[in-house]
C-alpha cells in the first residue's frame, strides 16, 4: 500500500480548503458587486406605543424597492420605491459582508435595510430586513419588515 507523502497531503488539504472558502464567498462577492438590487418586502412585525403602553402585531403587508447606482467604494446609492426617490448612505459590514444602507426619509425619520450575503431558502435572491421608527405626537411607531432582494442586471 502507497503511503502519501505529508507535503503532498498538506497541500491537498490547502487546496480543499481555499475550495470551501471560496465556495462560501460566492453570496458576498456576488452581493458586493451587485450594483442594483431589486427588494420585495413580504411580513413585518410592528410595535406602536401609545401614550408609554406597548402593543405589537404582525402584517402580511407587502412592498418592493428598487436600490440603484450601489458604489460601495464610495458609500452612495438611490432608491426608489412607492413614495418617491432618494438618496442613500452604503456600507459593508465587516465581519459577515452584510450591505447596509441608510435613508432618511422626508418625514425625518431613519430607515436601515440590510441585505445579507445569505440566500432565501430555495432561490438566490438574498435575505433582507428593514426596520423604520418614527414618533407623531404621542406615539412612537417602529417596523421590523421581513423581504428578499435579487440582483437586478
Request: with cysteine.
Amino acid at each position: 500500500m502507497k503511503t502519501i507523502h505529508p507535503l503532498v497531503a498538506g497541500a491537498m488539504l490547502t487546496l480543499a480548503a481555499v475550495g470551501v472558502a471560496s465556495a462560501d464567498d460566492w453570496p458576498v462577492s456576488r452581493l458586493h458587486q451587485a450594483q442594483s438590487l431589486r427588494c420585495t418586502f413580504t411580513s413585518s412585525v410592528v410595535t406602536w406605543v401609545r401614550s408609554g403602553r406597548r402593543s405589537i402585531g404582525q402584517t402580511n403587508d407587502k412592498g418592493s424597492a428598487q436600490y440603484d447606482n450601489i458604489n460601495v467604494a464610495k458609500g452612495t446609492a438611490r432608491i426608489i420605491a412607492n413614495a418617491g426617490a432618494g438618496d442613500l448612505a452604503v456600507w459593508v459590514e465587516g465581519t459577515s459582508g452584510s450591505l447596509w444602507m441608510l435613508e432618511r426619509a422626508p418625514s425625518g425619520n431613519v430607515i436601515v435595510t440590510t441585505v445579507f450575503p445569505m440566500y432565501a431558502e430555495g432561490t438566490n435572491e438574498f435575505v433582507a430586513l428593514e426596520a423604520r421608527h418614527s414618533m407623531t405626537g404621542q406615539i412612537v411607531f417602529a417596523e421590523e419588515t421581513y423581504g428578499t432582494c435579487r440582483v437586478w442586471d
